[in-house]
C-alpha cells in the first residue's frame, strides 16, 4: 500500500510538470488515433494501420508543425508508392531471390536520396510496404500503391483537421512563451556571471549556462520557421518572428 501511494505521488508530481502545450498536444494525438481508426473501418480501408500511424504522425505541437509533416509524409508516400510499385509491377519477383532483387532495387535509391533528405525518410517505407504487402494480402501492386496513398491521405486529413479543431497550439504563441524563458534564462546567466566574478566560475559551469541559452535559441529558431509558415499559409495576422529572434541573439552576444 505503501508503495502505490509512493507511485502514486511520483506520478502527480511528474503531471504538475507537464505544461498546457504537452497536455493538449497528447489529447490531439489520443483524439486523432481513435478518430483515424474509426473513419478507416467506415470507409472500409484495406489496412487501417497506416491511416492511425499518419493521423498520429502528422498532429504535431504547433499548427504550423503539423502542415510540415503532412507534406512531408503526403510527398514521400506517393513518391515512394509510385516508384516501389513500378518495380513491382516492371520486374517478376515470383522466388524469393527475385523478390531479393527487387526488394534491392526499390529500396536502396530511395534511401540514397532519404539520407541526403531527413523528410524523406519514408520513402523507403513506402517502397517496401507497396512491394511486399500483396505477398500478404495476396492483392497487386498497383492496388497496393493506390491503397497506400488513400490510407496516409486519409490519415494526414484527420491529423491536420484534429490539429486544426482540437485546441489549436499557435506556434507564435509557443515562440511568445519561449521568448520569455529564454530572456529568464539570460537574466539567471547575467546573475551567475556577476557572482563568478566574485566567487570564481568554473569553465564547466561557464559552458553548460552558454549550451542552455543556445538550445533555446534553436528551439527558438525551429518555432520561429513554424510560425513564418503559418502566416504563409494565412492561418496566422501575427506579425514576423524575424526581429524578436534577431533581438535575442544580439542580447545573448551582449550579455557574454
Known amino acids: 500500500m505503501k508503495q502505490l501511494q509512493i507511485a502514486w505521488n511520483r506520478l502527480r508530481v511528474r503531471l504538475g510538470q507537464l505544461t498546457r502545450i504537452q497536455l493538449t498536444l497528447a489529447l490531439r494525438v489520443t483524439l486523432a488515433a481513435i478518430l483515424a481508426l474509426v473513419v478507416a473501418q467506415a470507409v472500409h480501408i484495406p489496412l487501417p494501420l497506416w491511416t492511425v500511424l499518419t493521423a498520429v ?8 508543425r503539423s502542415i510540415k509533416a503532412s507534406a ?12 516501389g510499385g513500378a518495380i513491382a509491377i516492371v520486374i517478376p ?11 534491392f532495387i ?5 534511401a540514397l536520396y532519404a539520407a541526403t533528405r531527413a523528410n524523406m525518410n519514408v520513402l523507403p517505407i513506402t517502397a517496401i510496404i507497396v512491394l511486399l504487402v500483396p505477398t500478404i494480402t495476396h492483392t497487386t501492386p498497383f492496388y497496393s ?3 497506400r496513398v488513400l490510407e496516409v491521405a486519409l490519415g494526414a486529413v484527420i491529423g491536420l483537421l484534429v490539429s486544426f479543431v482540437v485546441l489549436p497550439s499557435s506556434a507564435h504563441r509557443q515562440m ?6 529564454t530572456l529568464e534564462l539570460m537574466a539567471q546567466v547575467v546573475v551567475s556571471l556577476l557572482a563568478g566574478l566574485r566567487e570564481g566560475l ?8 552558454q549550451d542552455g541559452i543556445g538550445q533555446a535559441l534553436n528551439e527558438l529558431n525551429t518555432i520561429g520557421v513554424e510560425a513564418e509558415r503559418e502566416r ?8 514576423e518572428t524575424g526581429p524578436l529572434r534577431r533581438t535575442l541573439l544580439r542580447a545573448m552576444v551582449e550579455s557574454w
Not at 504522425?57 to 504550423?64: A, E, F, H, L, Y
Not at 511568445?176 to 524563458?181: D, E, N
Open 176 to 181: 511568445r512563451q519561449l521568448a520569455a524563458r
Open 93 to 103: 519477383h515470383e522466388s524469393e531471390w527475385a523478390l531479393l532483387v527487387v526488394l
Open 72 to 83: 512531408d509524409y503526403l510527398v514521400g508516400t506517393i513518391g515512394g508508392a509510385i516508384y
Open 57 to 64: 504522425i502528422v498532429t504535431q505541437m504547433s499548427v504550423g
Open 145 to 147: 500503391a493506390v491503397f
Open 232 to 239: 504563409r499559409a494565412r492561418l496566422s495576422r501575427e506579425p
Open 106 to 110: 526499390s529500396v536502396a535509391p530511395l
Open 202 to 209: 568554473g569553465d564547466s559551469e561557464l559552458h553548460r549556462l
